[in-house]
């Protein structure tokens, strides 16, 4: 059944359209996780603001996710030493064990099958990467520890294991925290500027604005266009598969994660460049018939996530230039942790207090890293492709996702149904296909 796991379990509540002139202090745009908890911390805080969605809460990337709640983002701790020094390293990690404390203290009112679990990143054959990894966590106070063996079914070199890291159902968790959240559904923003929003039958005014719509879709300020691109990744949940009790993921890139849901097995893999060729779910399809002969499909979805230049996420200020305009983005594949640290900042910056974290996430740090090249290079090639199916976002040859059967940007990830109609940002509308 091509759908996720998390949208068969809940329905989510509905809420109204905007339809009017509004005025607010702090608007919020888009309502998937990251800016549903946005709401949350200013409601705690009983500061005034409104979240719009484009169509329906927690439907775009969020019920996509595979749920994982950890400050194990991959080997990235060893990396972000050397590039951005200890003291900067430290604050990542800090900043994510304290959003999933968070998560962990909200869960506890919530029905939402939090469950406890140890993260591990393996490797099949460089024990050396892990080694270092290990070393490099526990510099900076964390009791990392290098696991010989793992529930997987196939042999490592060994894994780096983070003990009492946490997974759950986050369309569950968004059920338990929306409820009297000040939200409108189905209200489209077409145009921003610092202190006003407009959407299809009227404008909302506001002091603060904090955009948090996946990739954020306004060009003129902050060159997200250049600092980010999207992969897409491909996820099945199986039945009749085995209980890896943790969750796992590959350090190299082209191979598989792992943690289960219930009495399924959620394997994901397949991941490529959006707009460009990759394994898909037929991946993971061959990885299950070697490694789990009996399992079964039952569910298959696939995610899409914003690649930051540094490995670090945008959070803060959209530009130098716009003092009152916020972005959060750049996930990374952590949107979990990335999304609850993201609403603590934010909510702290937009209220004029200063955050100890601002300093690693701010948007505007130097962009001058190999990546750059590498999405300026495809800017470049998409943009002199010739063809008459262009995306609307900044005019790049789109190309056809023959797996999903849709038109994929692979300069920004944008994405349109065969009809040309929009499924993903930051093209705000849809496309002529012809």
């Not at 999933?100 to 024990?127: G, H, P, W």
């Not at 460009?276 to 499909?297: D, I, L, M, T």
């Not at 803060?316 to 609403?343: D, E, H, I, Q």
């Amino acid at each position: 059944m091509k759908k996720s796991v998390w949208t068969d379990s809940i329905k989510l509540p509905e809420f109204p359209k905007a339809d009017k002139e509004m005025k607010t202090e702090v608007l919020i745009i888009g309502g998937g996780i990251c800016g549903i908890l946005c709401a949350y911390m200013l409601e705690q805080k009983g500061i005034d603001y409104i979240l719009v969605e484009g169509s329906r809460i927690g439907y775009g990337i969020t019920k996509n996710t595979t749920a994982k709640i950890t400050s194990q983002h991959g080997l990235i701790y060893n990396k972000l030493i050397k590039s951005v020094g200890r003291e900067k390293a430290q604050m990542y990690l800090s900043a994510n064990e304290k959003a999933l404390r968070e998560y962990r203290l909200i869960a506890e009112n919530i029905d939402c099958d939090f469950e406890t679990k140890d993260a591990y990143v393996y490797s099949i054959n460089d024990r050396k990467k892990i080694e270092d990894e290990v070393s490099a966590v526990n510099s900076l106070g964390f009791n990392a520890e290098f696991a010989s063996e793992t529930s997987l079914p196939f042999k490592t070199a060994g894994a780096v294991k983070f003990k009492n890291q946490a997974q759950f159902n986050p369309m569950k968790f968004l059920n338990g925290i929306v409820k009297g959240l000040n939200i409108y559904e189905n209200t489209f923003i077409t145009d921003i500027s610092e202190n006003w929003a407009k959407f299809d039958g009227g404008k909302i005014l506001a002091d603060k604005i904090i955009v948090a719509t996946h990739f954020p879709f306004i060009n003129k300020h902050g060159s997200y266009f250049i600092k980010m691109y999207q992969k897409r990744s491909y996820v099945i949940a199986f039945e009749n598969a085995d209980n890896v009790d943790g969750m796992y993921i590959d350090e190299a890139e082209n191979g598989m994660s792992f943690r289960n849901y219930e009495d399924l097995l959620l394997i994901g893999g397949g991941g490529h460049r959006t707009g460009k060729q990759g394994g898909n779910w037929r991946a993971v399809k061959e990885f299950s018939e070697k490694y789990y002969p009996k399992a079964k499909e039952k569910f298959y979805w696939a995610a899409q996530d914003c690649m930051s230049l540094d490995g670090i996420p945008y959070i803060g200020r959209y530009s130098k230039t716009t003092p009152n305009l916020y972005v959060a983005s750049g996930f990374n594949k952590w949107g979990m942790t990335s999304s609850m640290a993201a609403a603590e900042i934010l909510a702290d910056l937009v209220v004029g207090k200063s955050s100890e974290y601002e300093p690693l996430f701010n948007p505007s740090r130097n962009i001058l890293k190999p990546q750059l090249f590498v999405n300026g290079f495809e800017a470049v090639t998409n943009l002199l492709t010739p063809t008459l199916k262009r995306c609307p976002h900044l005019g790049c040859a789109l190309k056809w996702n023959k797996a999903e059967h849709t038109w994929d940007c692979p300069c920004h990830g944008s994405r349109f149904e065969k009809n040309g109609d929009l499924i993903d940002n930051p093209a705000t509308g849809g496309v002529d296909i012809g």
